[in-house]
C-alpha cells in the first residue's frame, strides 16, 4: 500500500509494500524545489549582488552562471543535501496499523525516514519552495544567503563558530538551510535566551552550549532526534493516530529497529539487533 | 529586538606609562589591530582620534568574545551618539547588531561596555 498527502512544506508518502518480518515501513518526505539562476544585470559576464538581496547590504562579485557550472551545482546541491538528511530516523510505531501477518505471525512494522528532493524545473510550477542561487567570483569567499537565496559556495564546509574551547565548528549551510524548508527551527528556540516570540535568527539561537552549537540548525553539522519531527509530523497527518507533542508516540531513534511481534510490542522492547523469525 | 546584557568592561589605560602593558593586552586580545598606538593625549585630542580609540576597544572586545567568526565579517560600525557605537557583522541568514557605549575620561582611560545585542534578519 501506498498512501501519500502533500503538505505545504513538503510532500509526504508511506509505502507499506516493503513490509516483512525484517523490513520496515518507508516514509518518504519530498522536497520539490525550483532553482532560479541570479546574473549579473544586462547580460553582463560579471557584477556585483548584494548580501540577502538586500539593497543596502553590501556587494558581492559575481560571474554568470554557465550550463556546466549551474547543471553541477543543483546536482551537488541535491545530492549531499538528500545524502544529509535522508535515512536517518527510525521511528517506532506505537499503534496498532500496519501490521502484516506472515506463517500466522503477526508482525508490527516502524517507520524508516527518507527524504528525497526533487530538482523541478522552473517552468513546471508546483514548488513548495523556489530558491535563487548566485554564482560568486573567485575572489569572493563569502555571501549573505538565506533560506531562499543561496551561492554557490553554500555547499562547502565553512567555519560558523567556535566553541568554548576554541575549536571550530564547521558547516555546510544548504544542509541547515534545508533544515529549515522542512519546517525545523534554530537549536536554541524555547530556551530563556531564544524565546519563540522574538527574532529565533538572533545568535544566541544558533546554540550558546557546546552541545546545542555543533548540532545542525545550529553552527555544525550534528543530527539530533528533534530533527525527526517533519516525519513524526508527516506520519501523525498520514495514520491519523498519535500527537508529535506526545513523545511516546512515533518516537524517533537513529539506529534502525526491526518490527515487533505482539509479545515485544506489549514489552516495548526497541529490536536495534536483528532479531531470529520462523 | 534588542537583549540588554549585562557584559564586561574593556578598560585602555593610555598613558604612556602602560603604553607597553597596552600594546601587550591588545595584541593578544585583538591579533588584527595591529599596534596600540593609543596615547592618552591622542584619545583627547580631537574627535577623530577619540572615535577611533572607542572603535579600538570595541574591535578588542569583539575580538575576544563574538564566536561566530563565520560569515563576512563587520559590515559596518555606526555612531548612534557621541558615546555610542552599533557594530554589524554579517551571518547567514542574519545580521548581527552589537551596541557598546562609551567614556573617555580626563586622563585618556578609553571603556567600552556592550549594551545591547541584536539582530537584522533579511
Redesign the interface.
Known amino acids: 500500500m501506498k498512501l501519500g498527502m502533500s503538505l505545504p512544506q513538503f510532500d509526504a508518502e508511506l509505502n507499506t509494500d516493503t513490509c516483512d518480518p525484517y523490513n520496515n515501513a518507508e516514509l518518504t518526505l519530498t522536497l520539490k524545489l525550483g532553482f532560479r539562476q541570479i546574473n549579473p544585470a544586462a547580460g553582463a559576464a560579471d557584477g556585483t549582488y548584494h ?4 539593497a543596502t ?2 556587494n558581492r562579485k559575481i560571474v554568470k552562471w554557465t550550463v556546466g557550472s549551474w547543471n553541477l551545482w543543483r546536482k551537488n546541491f541535491v545530492d549531499t543535501a538528500a545524502r544529509f538528511w535522508n535515512g536517518k530516523f527510525w521511528l517506532s510505531n506505537n499503534f496498532p496499523v500496519y501490521e502484516i501477518e506472515k506463517n500466522g505471525i503477526k508482525y508490527r512494522p516502524n517507520i524508516w525516514c527518507l527524504f528525497k528532493i526533487e530538482d523541478r524545473d522552473i517552468a513546471l510550477g508546483g514548488h513548495h519552495h523556489v530558491i535563487d542561487v548566485v554564482r560568486l567570483h573567485s575572489s569572493e569567499t ?6 531562499k ?1 543561496y551561492d554557490s559556495l553554500d555547499t562547502n564546509s ?6 568554548s574551547k576554541g575549536k571550530a565548528i564547521m ?1 555546510r ?1 544548504h544542509v ?1 538551510e534545508v533544515g529549515h524548508l522542512l519546517g525545523l527551527g534554530h537549536v536554541d528556540i524555547g530556551k530563556a535566551h531564544c524565546p519563540p516570540g ?2 529565533t ?4 539561537c ?1 546554540g550558546v552550549a557546546d552541545v546545542d552549537k555543533y548540532s545542525v540548525m545550529g ?1 555544525g553539522m550534528q543530527l539530533r532526534l528533534a530533527h525527526s519531527m517533519p516525519w513524526r509530523k508527516g506520519m501523525v497527518a498520514l495514520s491519523g493516530k498519535g500527537n508529535v507533542l506526545t513523545a511516546t508516540d512515533w518516537e524517533a531513534k537513529t539506529q534502525r529497529i526491526y518490527p515487533r511481534i505482539p509479545a515485544e510490542v506489549a514489552t516495548n522492547a526497541m529490536l536495534t539487533h536483528r532479531p531470529l523469525r520462523k | ?1 534588542t ?1 540588554v546584557k549585562p557584559d564586561r568592561t574593556v578598560m585602555m589605560r593610555t598613558t604612556s606609562r602602560n603604553l607597553s602593558m597596552l600594546i601587550l593586552v591588545l595584541s593578544g586580545m585583538a591579533g588584527l589591530l595591529g599596534p596600540a598606538h593609543a596615547t592618552g593625549k591622542r584619545c583627547q585630542m580631537n574627535a577623530i582620534e577619540r572615535s577611533k580609540c572607542i572603535i579600538e576597544a570595541i574591535l578588542a572586545d569583539i575580538s575576544r568574545s563574538y ?7 563587520i ?1 559596518a560600525i555606526k555612531q548612534n551618539s557621541t558615546t555610542s557605537f552599533t557594530v554589524s557583522i ?7 547588531l552589537l551596541t557598546y557605549e562609551a567614556s573617555v575620561d580626563g586622563k585618556g582611560k578609553v571603556s567600552v561596555k556592550k549594551t545591547g ?3 537584522q ?2
Open positions: 548580501d540577502y538581496g538586500r547590504a553590501p563569502w555571501f549573505g544567503s538565506h533560506s537565496l565553512v567555519q560558523k563558530g567556535t566553541d558547516q549551510a541547515h522574538g527574532d535568527n538572533a545568535s544566541n544558533y553552527q | 529586538m537583549a564566536t561566530q567568526v563565520g560569515g563576512g565579517g559590515s554579517s551571518q547567514e541568514e542574519r545580521v548581527d545585542e541584536g539582530t534578519s533579511p
